[in-house]
């Protein structure tokens, strides 16, 4: 939600103008006359605060972290506002900035707006928007130490006193302030592992001529590594059969625990077009593999 | 007014404020009034700039006018001059303060101020009208109206200048 903060600057674009004038009196007559007009256009000066609005550690689960933030347009113009932000590695990724409209913290695709080209709409001079910018993690490991957003003057940045001829409202000048037109706030990330479960393939081929050549007859043993860095109520792993191979049956094993190709009791079954391994509830930093092997028709 | 007095005016210069910055041009242009008359007044603005240097110290430029932004400070020139051949009395050269723009003071020869555009004199001698139905103490903001009475009789050919110090709001 908009907040504006009152504010007494004349705004950018603002026309101000002097005339004095001159009285005499001579005799018994006295006349007055004005002076040439000279005007002022108010340049429009560019600033702009950009802070947390918390103060929570930060950590990055496989659903995304929201970090909410605060962009104050604390120049005296009208002014849009690009968002830059850059985590300090790639172990995560920015999914999206969007404007906090309901204040929330949070990104609520109803409510609030994503800013598809990364810069906020015009704010009115002292008009602060909220922000939420949302992070996926990218790797196995969240490694990342934190989150640098920076905001500059859609109309020009850069050390205070920069001047953009005629860029300002109303055709003014528009001059850089005391931020250069520029706000950045780091925001520190926790290294707490992201939940986010990783599967592995891995495959070897032992020909019936001992060789490792895919060719007919060879029998094809798949690995599968299910890495689950969080915790999981219902983890399930299913991989089809490739085309041009045969399920072998009974091959099917659960960390080296054979299971049976039927829906049945145990976690396991397999048919002629994939496997299904159900996992059930499963603890942080922990290893699935699952087993088995194909003839190649 | 002619281009001769026109130039005059300028080469008065501005003599009762320091300007660092001699170099720089006016901020605002003086041009010179249209009507006729024997006495011409003229009206210029200057933007003044405080800039902190790297060795902690602070000087004073001049930028501008295009480049005013609230918070600059500006003195208000006005400039006279007698063109006619005889000489006149009783000069009174008026300005009211600019709209966006707040009084500060004068570096020499102090106008006399007015808060309501009637009533004029020196600044800690008025009072301004509060909510509750009292007065307080003028304040340099609440000054609305500058003029300065021109003492003795202005000789033909004689000009001069009076400034004002104020701020953009």
């Known amino acids: 939600m908009p907040v504006n903060t009152a504010r007494a600057e004349t705004r950018a674009g603002t026309l101000v103008t002097n005339v004095a004038t001159v009285t005499v009196r001579e005799g018994e007559g006295t006349y007055s006359l004005p002076s040439n007009p000279v005007a002022m256009l108010v340049a429009e000066r560019l600033d702009v605060a950009l802070a947390r609005t918390d103060d929570v550690a930060i950590d990055v689960p496989a659903e995304g972290a929201a970090i909410p933030l605060r962009l104050t347009n604390t120049g005296n113009g009208r002014e849009a506002f690009e968002i830059a932000a850059r985590p300090s590695d790639a172990s995560v990724a920015v999914r999206l900035i969007a404007i906090d409209a ?196 | ?62 930028v501008p006018a295009a480049r005013a932004v609230p918070g600059d400070r500006i003195t208000v020139v006005v400039a006279y001059r007698n063109t006619g051949s005889a000489a006149l009395g009783n000069v009174v050269l008026a300005n009211p303060v600019p709209r966006n723009v707040a009084y500060r003071g004068a570096a020499a020869e102090a106008p006399e101020v007015s808060v309501d555009g009637k009533t004029y004199g020196a600044l800690a001698d008025l009072r301004v009208a509060t909510p509750d139905g009292g007065t307080r103490a003028a304040g340099a903001a609440d000054v609305t109206h500058v003029r300065w009475r021109l003492p003795g009789t202005l000789a033909a050919g004689q000009g001069g200048e009076r400034a004002f110090q104020a701020v953009l709001k």
Do not use: N, W
């Open chain 1, 102 to 297: 309901d204040g929330d913290g949070r990104f609520d695709p109803a409510v609030d707006r994503v800013l598809t080209d990364r810069r906020t709409p015009l704010l009115d001079a002292g008009e602060a928007v909220r922000l939420v910018v949302l992070l996926d993690p990218a790797a196995e490991r969240i490694t990342v130490a934190a989150l640098s957003v920076e905001a500059r003057a859609a109309t020009g940045s850069g050390p205070a006193g920069t001047a953009f001829a005629k860029a300002g409202d109303g055709g003014a000048t528009a001059v850089t302030g005391s931020t250069g037109a520029l706000a950045a706030v780091a925001v520190p990330i926790g290294v707490r592992a992201a939940a986010v479960p990783v599967l592995s393939k891995s495959q070897s081929v032992r020909a019936p001529d001992g060789s490792s050549r895919p060719v007919t007859g060879a029998v094809v043993t798949y690995r599968l590594e299910a890495r689950f860095a969080g915790s999981s109520a219902a983890a399930r792993i299913d991989d089809p059969i490739p085309a041009g191979t045969a399920y072998l049956p009974g091959s099917l094993m659960l960390d080296a625990v054979p299971l049976t190709d039927a829906a049945d009791d145990d976690a396991g079954r397999a048919d002629g077009r994939a496997i299904s391994v159900a996992l059930g509830p499963v603890g942080g930093f922990t290893t699935h593999t699952v087993q088995f092997q194909v003839t190649i028709r």
């Open chain 2, 1 to 62: 007014m002619t281009t001769r007095s026109l130039a005059a005016v300028f080469a008065a210069g501005v003599a009762c404020i320091a300007m660092p910055a001699p170099a720089a041009e006016p901020a605002t242009a003086a041009r010179p009034a249209t009507s006729e008359g024997p006495l011409t007044v003229t009206t210029r603005m200057m933007v003044e700039r405080r800039v902190a240097a790297s060795d902690g110290s602070t000087r004073t430029t001049v």
